[in-house]
């Protein structure tokens, strides 16, 4: 079965950092894209960044320049370190990832719970 989990969420003043970590477990094929996505209270859930099984990033436009996702395929675990965060990135960060078992067959996905990320001003 697989399962992610989150670590590294928090509280932190504007302009400070957090670190995201997201670890992957309970499949035999390799992890795709990983990455994280985000939901504010009422809004949707928008995604943040993810990056491809060889590292290729895609951003967010609001947040490009401050947040930088990367990840270890030997850990199955995936990164989101933010910098410069600001009251608007307060959210429930949550880890996605995708079982490829290759062949061309569709890739399930799979959601960690969340974790809780907090900007004061």
């Known amino acids: 079965q697989v399962q992610l989990a989150e670590s590294g969420g928090g509280s932190v003043q504007a302009g400070g950092s957090l670190r995201l970590s997201c670890a992957a477990s309970?499949?035999?094929?390799?992890?795709?894209?990983m990455g994280w996505f985000r939901q504010a209270p009422g809004k949707q859930r928008e995604l943040v960044a993810i990056?491809?099984?060889?590292?290729?990033?895609t951003y967010a436009d609001s947040v490009k320049g401050r947040f930088t996702i990367s990840r270890d395929n030997s850990k199955n675990t995936v990164y989101l370190q933010m910098n410069s965060l600001k009251p608007e990135d307060t959210a429930v960060y949550y880890c996605?990832?995708?079982?490829?078992?290759?062949?061309?067959?569709?890739?399930?996905?799979?959601w960690g719970q969340g974790t809780q990320v907090t900007v004061s001003s």
């Open positions: 309970g499949s035999s094929f390799k992890f795709g894209g």
């Open positions: 996605a990832a995708e079982v490829d078992y290759g062949l061309g067959r569709p890739r399930d996905d799979y």
């Open positions: 990056a491809t099984y060889d590292g290729t990033p």
